[in-house]
């Protein structure tokens, strides 16, 4: 029985989807405030997170960040009555997998929380990457860049693995919505450009004139694999 932590402050609307969601067969815990789900969630295993963004004692912004910052990779999906596109952007530039504007339907929520789930991690290219000065070891979710660790987010490691895995070949912001959030997600291209941005800037010697993440003029992206720049190791 996958399990299932809501994090909402509005009692009446985390009533509901606790009946929804036992309904469809998960294990529903709830937690009412920012600090709370922050411990419930380090301290528990779940296999998805509903998190709201406004929250008393820590919004949900920050509780996304904190969880990814230590590591924790359970999928997340936003909960908010926020609509703007700026604030979806920043969400999922933190590590959420979805955002979904209240109020919504539950039957929607359900497919989401359904897709989320199928989707899980996507299969890694190799163990560990090495290219110029980068090393990214994608079993144990760690990157260097010559002797300096780097903090890469779930989704970051996500789209690298895409790009590697495409060996070189073009893929457009739909394919890498479809390979990085699954099939049939609704997805603005520039969340895709602000994950590639984010990624030379912390990954590339020089971000303005990338070297491995490049950039094909109104069609996408792709990871240059010059063989003699890119080994694999098991």
Not at 50 to 65: E, H, I, N, Q, S
Not at 70 to 82: D, H, K, N, Q, Y
Request: overall charge neutral; hydrophobic content about 40%; glycine content about 8%.
């Amino acid at each position: 029985m996958p399990r299932i932590l809501i994090v909402e402050d509005e009692p009446g609307i985390a009533l509901g989807l606790r009946n929804d969601l036992t309904l469809e067969g998960y294990g529903v815990e709830v937690a009412g405030d920012g600090q709370t789900a922050l411990r419930v969630a380090t301290d528990e295993s779940f296999d998805l997170i509903l998190l709201d963004v406004m929250l008393p004692k820590k919004d949900g912004f920050a509780v996304c960040r904190e969880l990814r910052k230590s590591g924790i990779t359970t999928p997340i999906i936003f909960l908010t009555a926020r609509a703007q596109e700026t604030e979806k952007v920043l969400g999922l530039g933190l590590g959420a997998d979805d955002y979904m504007t209240k109020p919504f339907s539950p039957l929607e929520l359900c497919a989401r929380i359904a897709a989320v789930l199928r989707r899980g991690r996507p299969a890694q290219p190799e163990a560990r990457v090495r290219f110029g000065e980068v090393e990214v070891d994608f079993g144990r979710g760690t990157a260097r860049r010559g002797a300096q660790s780097v903090d890469l987010t779930p989704l970051e490691f996500k789209v690298l693995s895409a790009l590697i895995e495409a060996r070189g070949r073009l893929l457009s912001r739909d394919q890498l919505i479809d390979r990085v959030w699954g099939p049939g997600t609704a997805m603005t291209d520039r969340v895709i450009d602000n994950h590639v941005l984010n990624l030379r800037r912390k990954l590339e010697s020089s971000p303005a004139e990338p070297r491995h993440i490049v950039s094909v003029r109104g069609q996408g992206y792709r990871f240059d694999h010059d063989p003699d720049a890119l080994q694999t190791t098991s």
